[in-house]
């Protein structure tokens, strides 16, 4: 199915099943511990041996010996499989560093070894005993002292469509900023971050001849599959992945890692079944991570509070051939002005590779650009919500031309300030005292592009009246099985116990995947193609006109005749399948999703502890599809975005480069103690550009802003404005207030 024009009236918008807070379909199984995860997979393939993947224990330089005879001695073992036996595996379209082979070391932890043996605690054990000579190369590790050398980079084209210019300019813009009345010129860092998911990386591996399976974590199959088959330089129809089940991915497992490597070299060595699960060091050490940033955001502007000159500039740094972090990409969309700078420089480092983490470039840019806007606010003399208001657009600031498909941030804006009684915030930094307790309310600005992706699905139809639906998008915990069911039983008229759904199969329809807020609104609308397919063909079964034919309660109905959906099966059953294809209507128009995020705080006066005490969040983001389903997800955002504001940062080793606190003691993340009542409202919104959904992504827009909400509460709470993330309490304890 082409989708190249607006969508119209279609049976989606009867919202009989699909906008409803259904629970969790997948919820059971998740909660009696019977939904099947990679590493768990016992069924799967019988006399499973384990994996122990070795690290290097350098980050730059060359492996130039390997003594495995105490390892291959040690009870159990039955292969081992290292670095040095092979050269270096080709790279997949997706990875930035080797995954294994070769001497040659690009980052600490890189994979060199795997032993496999008869146990988890054989194959652990044995591989310590591997003794490693490694020849030392000096490394860069340290951004700032790298930043003389970054240089401007563009962000690549989701197309074919030329690249954007490294420094993107709009009218003059130092002309313009030297003549504004009131400026601002500041620099803000935000760190490395892990994604520190609660499942590991992990896979089991088996051959069958030449042929490979793999069961793993993974949100994208069919890139895995690709990358996959082209790193072990195998036939794409030889490889297989199945991943039904994934415990959290946030990115981090968008790409082919370690772990599904390794397993598979260790399968074909031991010719038995292999499974690997990465440790929390591995994961932070030998996959990807978020890379840090230094931006620089100039704003000039009137006494009007309207904005003439806007300039963003971020540097970060990647193992060389990598890419920048996009930090500056919504500075170019998010507010007017006439006059526009934004530039991104890439400096060439050995730390572990830096790559996609929940809302890559718009969570850390908004982590600096919205303490930004409230820096100008006050220095304007403006409340920050007005400052963001009189700035709206409701065009592309770079092509005015260009509208955006739907927009309504100032209604988020307006609503959350409302609700959250902004009214009664105190202008003044650190006026409101309850005991030792300072109190601050901070507001940021949400935003996140609307990304569709080509998505394709199967839907079955038995006798029974039974909807079967197979495509291999993946639910990372978003509640994908529940709104693809949702959208099913919607189209062909069925209740949800009538509807089946399969994911994460590589032989099953390739669709979307997970990332990039684009799958839940790119997967349903694959599977809304291929139940078209299937209700035309019902009714040509049936002798029904298929433009007229109504399906619901599991019946068919035209003209005055009606027949049960499942008499169109037969014995044989009936297959609809189909991909949803989209023109130009992105580039036609901007299509972005807009949020409020609004923070109250407390920063004990004493100590400089941070409390988040209340959040709230109001997201324009398209219909929803499932507002119970959507919910949990802004709420796991917001939770990362009160984690990445006040303690997430990989301490980096400039000595050594490599990341020292690499585990869950060492890297601290928000338990539930640390989050307060948090309250989510959804616009009401259908976007009819996006999809024939009318649906947009909201999952990584509930991370967006965030963290600027909780700086902007600190220095309202305090007078100490911070703009180095995290905001720990080191950076502000000379700065408090005095005790009495």
Not at 31 to 45: I, K, L, N, S, W
Not at 251 to 260: I, N, T
Not at 457 to 462: H, K, M, N
Not at 645 to 652: G, K, T
Request: charged share 25%; proline share 6%.
């Amino acid at each position: 199915m082409k989708f190249e024009t607006p969508a119209t009236t279609n049976p989606i918008d009867q919202l009989k099943i699909v906008g409803k807070p259904v629970d969790r379909i997948d919820g059971p199984r998740k909660t009696t511990g019977t939904a099947p995860y990679a590493y768990e997979r016992h069924d799967v393939a019988p006399n499973q041996a384990y994996g122990q993947v070795l690290g290097a224990g350098i980050a730059k330089g060359r492996v130039t010996a390997m003594d495995t005879s105490a390892a291959r001695a040690a009870p159990g073992v039955v292969a081992i499989v290292t670095t040095l036996d092979m050269p270096r595996l080709e790279k997949g379209k997706t990875n930035t560093a080797s995954l294994f082979g070769g001497p040659e070391i690009q980052h600490y932890h890189q994979a060199i070894a795997v032993v496999v043996a008869e146990t988890f605690e054989q194959a652990r054990d044995a591989s310590a005993m591997i003794r490693v000579e490694y020849a030392r190369t000096p490394g860069r590790y340290d951004l700032e002292a790298e930043m003389p050398h970054a240089e401007l980079t563009a962000p690549e084209s989701d197309d074919d469509s030329p690249p954007p210019p490294p420094e993107d300019r709009v009218g003059d813009f130092e002309g313009a900023f030297a003549a504004a009345p009131v400026t601002l010129d500041a620099t803000y860092t935000t760190p490395d971050e892990s994604h520190a998911m609660m499942e590991p990386h992990a896979s089991i591996a088996q051959w069958e001849g030449d042929k490979l399976t793999v069961w793993t974590s993974n949100q994208m199959i069919a890139w895995g599959k690709r990358d996959l088959a082209k790193t072990l330089g195998l036939e794409p129809g030889n490889v297989r992945i199945e991943s039904p089940f994934i415990g959290g991915g946030f990115g981090g497992k968008l790409f082919l890692r370690a772990d599904a490597v390794l397993a598979a070299l260790g399968s074909r060595a031991a010719r038995r079944p292999v499974k690997v699960a990465l440790t929390r060091p591995m994961i932070a050490n030998n996959t990807t991570h978020r890379p840090a940033t230094i931006q620089r955001i100039r704003i000039g502007a009137g006494s009007d509070g309207r904005i003439t000159a806007i300039a963003h500039e971020s540097v970060s740094g990647d193992l060389e051939g990598g890419k920048a972090e996009t930090a500056v990409m919504q500075t170019k969309l998010l507010y007017a002005g006439a006059n526009r700078l934004t530039a991104m420089r890439l400096a060439v480092m050995d730390l572990p590779e830096g790559n996609a983490m929940r809302a890559p470039g718009e969570a850390p840019g908004l982590m600096a650009l919205e303490i930004a806007m409230d820096e100008m606010a006050e220095k304007l003399g403006m409340d920050p919500v007005e400052f963001r208001i009189v700035n709206d657009t409701q065009v592309d600031p770079e092509d005015p031309a260009r509208r955006f498909s739907q927009r309504q941030l100032n209604e988020c804006l307006r609503l959350g300030a409302e609700r959250f009684g902004w009214a009664r915030r105190n202008a003044t930094p650190g006026a409101r005292r309850e005991g030792r307790w300072l109190i601050g309310m901070g507001m940021a600005a949400g935003f996140r592009n609307n990304l569709v992706m080509k998505s394709g699905a199967r839907v079955l139809l038995d006798a029974s009246g039974g909807v079967t639906v197979e495509t291999d998008m993946t639910d990372i915990g978003t509640g994908s099985y529940t709104v693809i069911a949702q959208t099913a039983a919607e189209m062909m008229g069925v209740g949800l116990d009538k509807v089946t759904v399969r994911l994460g199969d590589s032989s099953f329809p390739v669709s979307a995947g997970s990332g990039g807020q684009w799958g839940g609104n790119s997967a349903t609308a694959g599977v809304y193609a291929a139940c078209v397919k299937l209700r035309e063909a019902v009714a040509q079964r049936l002798g029904f006109n298929s433009a007229e034919a109504e399906f619901a309660d599991g019946v068919v109905r035209g003209g005055n005749r009606s027949a049960p959906l499942g008499e169109a099966a037969g014995a044989d059953g009936l297959v609809g399948e189909d991909t949803i294809e989209y023109g130009d209507l992105a580039k036609r128009f901007q299509q972005s999703t807009f949020a409020g995020h609004f923070v109250e705080v407390a920063v004990d006066v004493a100590t400089g502890e941070t409390r988040v005490r209340r959040m709230l969040a109001v997201c324009a983001a398209g219909r929803i599809l499932n507002p119970k389903s959507a919910r949990s997800q802004v709420i796991g955002a917001m939770t990362m975005g009160v984690g990445a504001a006040l303690m997430e940062e990989l301490a980096v080793d400039k000595r050594h480069g490599f990341f020292v606190n690499h585990d869950l003691a060492g890297y601290e993340v928000p338990v539930h103690a640390d989050i307060p009542h948090q309250e989510v409202i959804f616009l009401d919104e259908v976007d009819p550009i996006s999809s024939p959904m009318k649906a947009k992504g909201v999952g990584e827009l509930g991370i967006c802003g965030v963290g600027a909400a909780v700086a902007n509460g600190i220095y309202n709470a305090t007078g100490v404005r911070l703009r180095d993330y995290p905001m720990t309490l080191d950076k502000m304890l000379d700065r408090l207030p005095e005790l009495a």
